[in-house]
């Protein structure tokens, strides 16, 4: 359709019979949700060309990791994808031990894939809750609202004691075990919170006919396209790819789990709704699995190169008390060395690239946000379809500004 | 080229572009080559095209600044593909006189804004680029901030509207 208006243009038959009107859309707009620009060149509403601009949140963090010490960087990685924080530490964590050769203890392993879920879910929650605000269904922007709340009131905030800037996995393991209690509480947030929502969402939307022809046919793409583009999670899936990489890549624990990757056919926003949706089940199926399976035992590794020594050991002994002055004075020693770790992240894959040369800090991180080719697609999905579908399309891609200019 | 085992795909590409295969590794399981920066365009249509690799997503392009070194820049891509559920790093050295290489553009189109971003982070050229701008920054910015000789608190002015 987009070749076609083209055509019309350069052929001055427009629908509005003059000019296009271009129209700048944020960087500051509510329905953006972020700090994103478009500027949207319209033949009365039909958009003839979308030109994506972005860069307003860009604070740095390439650079400013590259001066920092290894457990410096794991702070600035809450700030990237600041919806599903957990899972940007879990991806750092694992890229810097890839590059230390360390295999962590099979409790954080769980424990990872117990957040990386957790944060899949809110995540999901805010993606659908938000697209759906902008359709003008407000009440089902609650219905996520509330067990997110519940997620971070009773797992969350009690796990790493902040909401957003969680910073909990270290290289080797993690911060601390969980609190007393968190297993049930766990299950009962799934069983309480997550499910009914989902259930209460689902019965209102999907069978919803205004919301079904509101969405269907927007913002489609086909699966070739997704594939050249770079499509990942969600948006990749929805247009009929399997790729996951908890599936194709098993990391953690995963091939350890019972679990479906869902996939859809046209790939417009309904598809990505949907797909989002049966994913958010295929989590808390994982979770339940995982709780289950749950083993004891400690949280870190036993190797004081990469982990702080036990504090009452550094009280009473000389050695720890040196250990623990030397690993905070210089920090974690990586080997030389590079690697490309990547996790399946709510958004598709999140990818660490790190060279190493041996010093206390990382010589080059270069994230690989999954937004990043999500936003670059945008005209693709929008370009010959009308204004308000880009607004429709733009919250069912879930760009978040914090990983797209990091 | 003194590897003990070489993936399929590095001896692919080694056995059809020999003399432009630099080196090659595959430390910590990541398959990598370093291949010469002429021939790259050819070498990346390969690697998408060939029956055994296949790597139908370029899912990460970034430059690195190893300052002091000759060739100063490397370019470095991150392949992945889908039928065989496999990866592959290429990479390639540019020197400081002339940071240029020809854009993967037609072979994927997605990579587009990597390229973006390795000329506004590192300046490097990329020839026959659709739209070669500054992506992250903004225009009117002075230098590559993610260069290692750019200094890291160094400030420029922020530009507003125009008056």
């Known amino acids: 359709m987009a070749d076609t208006l083209i055509k019309r243009k350069a052929a001055r038959m427009l629908d509005m019979q003059a000019e296009p009107v271009i129209l700048n859309i944020g960087p500051s707009h509510p329905a953006t949700h972020a700090t994103l620009r478009f500027i949207a060149e319209l033949d009365g509403e039909t958009l003839l060309k979308l030109t994506p601009e972005f860069g307003y949140l860009h604070r740095g963090f390439e650079k400013e990791s590259e001066n920092a010490t290894w457990t410096q960087v794991i702070p600035y990685t809450d700030r990237l994808n600041y919806v599903s924080p957990l899972m940007n530490n879990v991806g750092y964590a694992m890229a810097v031990e890839k590059l230390c050769g360390i295999e962590i203890t099979e409790r954080s392993k769980y424990i990872r894939v117990l957040i990386s879920e957790i944060s899949r879910i809110i995540d999901h929650m805010v993606c659908i809750g938000t697209n759906m605000v902008d359709l003008g269904a407000l009440t089902n922007f609650w219905y996520f609202w509330k067990p997110r709340e519940e997620a971070y009131m009773q797992l969350i905030e009690p796990l790493t004691g902040q909401r957003l800037t969680t910073a909990y996995t270290r290289v080797g393991g993690a911060m601390w075990d969980l609190p007393e209690g968190w297993v049930e509480k766990c299950r009962n947030v799934c069983k309480t919170s997550f499910l009914p929502a989902i259930k209460d969402v689902n019965a209102l939307l999907t069978k919803n006919r205004i919301f079904i022809e509101r969405t269907m046919g927007v913002g489609p793409i086909s699966k070739n396209d997704a594939i050249a583009m770079g499509f990942t999670g969600p948006c990749l899936r929805a247009a009929g790819v399997p790729l996951d990489l908890r599936k194709d890549e098993p990391y953690l624990v995963y091939d350890r789990f019972d679990f479906d990757v869902p996939i859809g056919e046209q790939g417009d926003t309904c598809d990505r709704y949907m797909v989002r949706m049966e994913e958010m089940r295929q989590s808390i199926r994982i979770i339940e699995q995982a709780l289950d399976q749950m083993p004891g035992g400690p949280v870190n590794i036993d190797d004081t190169r990469y982990v702080l020594p036990d504090k009452p050991l550094v009280y009473t002994t000389i050695e720890a008390l040196m250990q623990h002055f030397k690993f905070v004075m210089e920090g974690i020693q990586v080997p030389a060395g590079e690697v490309y770790s990547a996790t399946e992240a709510a958004n598709g894959e999140l990818g660490y690239y790190i060279v190493s040369r041996g010093g206390k800090g990382p010589y080059k991180i270069k994230v690989r946000p999954p937004c990043f080719p999500l936003f670059q697609g945008m005209p693709l999905l929008c370009e010959g379809q009308m204004l308000a579908d880009l607004i429709a399309t733009l919250g069912s891609v879930n760009i978040i500004a914090g990983e797209l200019d990091r | ?163």
């Not at chain 2, 399929?8 to 990598?32: M, N, P, Q, W, Y």
């Open chain 2, 1 to 163: 080229m003194t590897d003990q085992r070489i993936s399929i795909v590095l001896a692919k590409l080694i056995e059809r572009f020999g003399g432009e295969v630099v080196s090659t590794h595959s430390d910590f399981g990541d398959d990598t080559a370093l291949v010469r920066r002429e021939r790259i365009v050819e070498i990346c249509a390969f690697l998408r095209d060939d029956a055994d690799c296949r790597f139908d997503f370029a899912m990460d392009l970034t430059g690195v600044d190893y300052l002091g070194e000759t060739p100063r820049f490397e370019v470095v891509y991150h392949l992945y593909s889908l039928k065989n559920r496999q990866r592959v790093r290429i990479k390639v050295r540019l020197g400081e006189e002339d940071p240029e290489i020809d854009s993967v553009v037609p072979v994927w189109p997605g990579i587009n804004w990597y390229e973006r971003e390795a000329y506004d982070m590192y300046g490097i050229i990329f020839r026959n680029h659709p739209n070669l701008k500054r992506i992250l920054m903004y225009d009117e910015f002075v230098g590559h901030p993610l260069r290692k000789d750019y200094p890291k608190t160094k400030r420029q002015p922020t530009l507003g509207p125009e008056e």
